[in-house]
């Protein structure tokens, strides 16, 4: 049974820094891609950031590029996403995703969810 678990949400000020991890378990991740994706109030989910299981081939949004790091341990099984010069833009929700194949930016496309994270940058 797959798992993604995420954790490394909270509240943060304008400006500030965190970083979200999603542990991943139940099945080999080769062949996969790895998202993160948000969802703020009334919104509709959106791309953040993507990588690779076995690559380092990476994607972003350009709402976040230049801000936000996406990365993955491998041997501990786990997705990073460093989140840098946080705006109050990006308080939402934060879910990992995983899809085998080809990335996508749609998340309709992902087979894998988890729980989600809440982030809150306060102006």
């Known amino acids: 049974q797959v798992q993604l678990v995420e954790s490394g949400g909270g509240l943060v000020q304008a400006g500030g820094s965190l970083r979200l991890s999603c542990g991943a378990s139940?099945?080999?991740?080769?062949?996969?891609?790895m998202g993160w994706f948000r969802q703020a109030p009334g919104k509709e989910r959106e791309f953040v950031a993507a990588?690779?299981?076995?690559?380092?081939?990476?994607y972003y949004a350009d709402s976040v590029k230049g801000r936000f790091t996406i990365s993955r341990d491998t041997a501990k099984s786990t997705v990073y996403l460093q989140m840098n010069s946080l705006k109050p833009e990006d308080t939402a929700d934060y879910y990992c995703?995983?899809?085998?194949?080809?990335?996508?930016?749609?998340?309709?496309?992902?087979?894998?969810w988890g729980q989600g994270t809440q982030v809150t940058v306060s102006s």
């Open positions: 995703a995983a899809k085998r194949g080809i990335w996508r930016r749609d998340w309709h496309e992902y087979d894998y």
């Open positions: 139940g099945r080999t991740f080769s062949g996969y891609v």
């Open positions: 990588i690779y299981w076995s690559s380092v081939t990476t």
